[in-house]
């Protein structure tokens, strides 16, 4: 994987991801630069080599190819719609086949052992499943205790109170408009920290919007749309108009604690309590 010269997708604050062909991230990607979401987030966690991370909601693998390579880690890439045979090409593509697994799972129906983890992370995917108060205690069990949780999400710069602006409502040149249903899971740092400052079973809770996150997205539109490799219509133009007031991503990581959690998405919790008799 050695960088092209032909798009350039380089530069000082994802030397890591620098590394990274840039058509490879083109032709792999299913959101705003995969490779640069998850430099940012490994930036505030600990891995080390041998690890066993869960790459949740992994898309294309991508991710768990960076961490896998940069980091020495062993790597569960689960994912729902994505294929593991096309995710398996793609990490023998990459000689990972040692340390990378690739899994199709649901997020409510992970097959792991409690504790088997040492770190979860997950990029742009987690607002996907995980926004209401019960799945973070679901997702610890997962995790050894000291173990991580980390996060990356698109998100809000600040509070939509007042309702959704004008300018992601409005439709692009292209015809395309950015606000659809689903971006109302976009939170801000200050919401996801409030929601797992509430779970017992994860500490040292921090949470930020990357600076200039908006900037990165509108650049991977633009480097899509250059490359004639975008899947959608392009939202750059919103992003610009935006100039990050509303959008940007958001890095949530905290740190597993020792207490007990359920498994409230298991079918046989009703009998293992009693109350299916
Ligand atoms: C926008 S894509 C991002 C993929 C990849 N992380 C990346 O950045 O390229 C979101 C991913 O979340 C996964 N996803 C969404 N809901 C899920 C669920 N309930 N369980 C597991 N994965 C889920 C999808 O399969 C999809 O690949």
Redesign the pocket.
């Known amino acids: 994987m050695e960088a092209s010269s032909t798009l350039d997708l380089t530069g000082a604050e994802f030397p890591r991801s620098s590394g990274y062909d840039a058509a490879w991230m083109l032709d792999n990607?299913?959101?705003p630069n995969?490779l640069w979401?998850a430099e940012w987030l490994t930036e505030s966690m600990k891995l080390e080599p041998g690890m066993r991370v869960l790459d949740?909601?992994?898309?294309?693998a991508?991710?768990s190819i960076f961490l896998a390579r940069e980091f020495g880690v062993r790597v569960w890439a689960?994912?729902?719609?994505?294929s593991p045979d096309n995710n398996w090409r793609r990490v023998q593509e990459a000689g990972l086949e040692g340390p990378i697994c690739p899994v199709l799972?649901?997020?409510?129906a992970l097959p792991f052992a409690q504790g088997f983890f040492d770190a979860v992370v997950s990029?742009?995917?987690y607002h996907?499943?995980g926004t209401d108060e019960l799945y973070l205690h679901y997702l610890s069990r997962l995790v050894r205790p000291g173990g991580q949780i980390g996060v990356v999400v698109p998100g809000l710069a600040q509070p939509i109170d007042a309702g959704v602006p004008a300018h992601l409502l409005q439709p692009q040149s292209n015809g395309k408009v950015f606000w659809e249903d689903e971006c109302h899971s976009f939170k801000t740092a200050d919401w996801w920290r409030a929601l797992w400052n509430r779970c017992s079973k994860v500490e040292g809770v921090s949470a930020d919007l990357q600076p200039d996150g908006w900037r990165h997205w509108r650049d991977f539109e633009r480097a899509l749309e250059a490359a004639g490799k975008a899947t959608f219509p392009s939202d750059a133009e919103a992003l610009e108009k935006d100039a990050g007031r509303t959008l940007g991503f958001v890095r949530v990581v905290a740190r597993r604690t020792e207490a007990e959690a359920v498994n409230l998405y298991d079918s046989g919790i009703g009998k293992a309590v009693g109350i299916d008799r």
């Open positions: 990607q299913m959101g995969a979401l949740l909601g992994c898309g294309k991508m991710t689960v994912d729902l719609w994505m799972a649901e997020a409510h990029v742009d995917a996907y499943f």
